[in-house]
């Protein structure tokens, strides 16, 4: 596909298990972007890699969430210890290099929704 | 007070008037400013960027923008059913930064 894969389209898990979230992003695309939406919410920002280093990482709620890029493809976010509280549509999107980066146009994938119980 | 502030709605508009959206921000370092729609269960779309002082109209959405004021709005003319969604609106300082989302306005235009 052309677009954003996020996988899995939905988790439920219990609280103080791990989770792991993945984005695949738009084949050439170096600049990906984490954010986190509860419901009647925006998009809340987590964390920006461009290439393989997190550019801003300044969104991240606490250390029990972390987030890489190894290959400057492919990313995860990782979540320790679950809480209720991470219950929430996590977003990933990505813009390609140059001119577009930063303009705004970023790529939404359709989300992984997390519930934990 | 939040980076970028909306009016939650719902924002309720027979079809074919037209819609006001509003969008407040406080970082006046801000220099790109986008609105995005997202319907429900569904992610978010980019429709319209604006960049400088004025009004920018593509189709039927016009961005105004007010840099002094540190507001920006959307309109939406001749409003139909599918139009429908949260716009979200969103600031960015530079290229390379952040994008900064309000809260989002829920619009229902009705038949």
């Known amino acids: 596909g052309a677009g954003v894969s996020q996988t899995p389209s939905n988790k439920v898990t219990e609280k103080g298990k791990y989770v792991e979230l993945r984005c695949d992003p738009i084949?050439?695309?170096?600049?990906l972007y984490w954010y986190r939406q509860s419901l009647g919410q925006g998009p809340e920002f987590l964390i920006y890699f461009q290439g393989t280093g997190a550019a801003d990482d300044s969104g991240l709620p606490n250390d029990r969430f972390f987030a890489v890029r190894p290959e400057g493809s492919v990313s995860t976010l990782k979540i320790q210890r679950t809480e209720r509280g991470d219950s929430a549509v996590y977003l990933c999107a990505s813009t390609p290099q140059g001119g577009r980066a930063g303009t705004g146009e970023l790529f939404f994938g359709e989300g992984s929704r997390l519930t934990v119980l | 007070q939040k980076e970028v502030e909306q009016n939650s709605g719902p924002l309720s508009v027979p079809e074919g008037a037209i819609a006001s959206l509003n969008c407040t921000y406080s970082d006046r370092v801000s220099q790109s400013f986008f609105w995005y729609r997202q319907y429900s269960g569904k992610s978010p779309e980019l429709i319209m960027s604006i960049y400088s002082n004025g009004d920018k109209e593509d189709g039927r959405f016009t961005a105004q923008l007010n840099k002094a004021s540190q507001y920006v709005s959307l309109l939406i003319r001749d409003s139909q059913p599918s139009d429908s969604a949260t716009y979200l609106c969103?600031?960015?300082?530079?290229?390379?930064?952040?994008?900064?989302f309000g809260g989002g306005t829920r619009v229902l235009v009705k038949p």
């Open positions: 969103a600031v960015t300082r530079a290229a390379g930064n952040k994008l900064t």
């Open positions: 084949s050439g695309h170096t600049a």
